[in-house]
T-cell receptor
Framework: DTGVSQNPRHKITKRGQNVTFRCDPI?????LYWYRQTLGQGPEFLTY????????KSRLLSDRFSAERPKGSFSTLEIQRTEQGDSAMYLC?????????????FGPGTRLLVL | GDSVTQMEGPVTLSEEAFLTINCTYT??????LFWYVQYPGEGLQLLLK?????DKGSNKGFEATYRKETTSFHLEKGSVQVSDSAVYFC??????????????FGKGTLLTVNP
């Protein structure tokens, strides 16, 4: 079990640029979640996949954000035309869908700084 | 909507002191409750969980009991160590339809334990 991995760990970009983050979940996990964490706050839900299907998106996820999970394996989160307000830690979590008893396992996160 | 309120930090204790971090919640469904811990420079790790009323979650000397009547899930440890210094997050997951068990987090409590 190698755990959830995320790449890159850190990203600095200029306002207006596009960025893409990758998440590799635990191999047998069918559910994948993205969260965003800003300084001094708890993580906030962004979007959720069951296998390759994106089943829910938060209102936090503006149309500049898009996420995919092709073939139900790794996932990518892309932010287009980045803004300074996008600076945050982006966390990925995966779980084996067992309903209300499921446990989500988190990756180390990608810290984004938009200049 | 769902929400979690936890004790504001920071909390500073001496080694071997007793720890309590309060957590209360509001949920529309029947939630599962979690405590996650984030050590400096690392991702979120599950500390313990409870999935039904009166369940007690425990791990590494930490305990929390699911109290439905008071909608609480307070974290306790009898004797803290320097290595327990971290940020602690209380969280809930509740399904509002479909298969999404997204986590709703509190703001986190920074614990510092001095030798």
């Amino acid at each position: 079990d190698t755990g959830v991995s995320q790449n890159p760990r850190h990203k600095i970009t200029k306002r207006g640029q596009n960025v893409t983050f990758r998440c590799d979940p635990i191999s047998e996990h069918n559910r994948l979640y993205w969260y965003r964490q800003t300084l001094g706050q708890g993580p906030e839900f962004l979007t959720y996949f069951q296998n390759e299907a994106q089943l829910e998106k938060s209102r936090l996820l503006s149309d500049r954000f898009s996420a995919e999970r092709p073939k139900g394996s790794f996932s990518t989160l892309e932010i287009q035309r980045t803004e300074q307000g996008d600076s945050a830690m982006y966390l990925c979590a995966s779980s084996l869908g067992t309903g209300r008893k499921e446990t989500q396992y988190f990756g180390p996160g990608t810290r984004l700084l938009v200049l | 909507g769902d929400s979690v309120t936890q004790m504001e930090g920071p909390v500073t204790l001496s080694e071997e002191a007793f720890l309590t971090i309060n957590c209360t919640y509001t949920a529309t469904g029947y939630p599962s409750l979690f405590w996650y811990v984030q050590y400096p420079g690392e991702g979120l790790q599950l500390l313990l969980k409870a999935t039904k009323a009166d369940d007690k979650g425990s791990n590494k000397g930490f305990e929390a009991t699911y109290r439905k009547e008071t909608t609480s899930f307070h974290l306790e440890k009898g004797s803290v160590q320097v290595s327990d210094s971290a940020v602690y997050f209380c969280a809930l997951s509740a399904n509002s339809g479909g298969s999404n068990y997204k986590l709703t987090f509190g703001k986190g409590t920074l614990l510092t334990v001095n030798p």
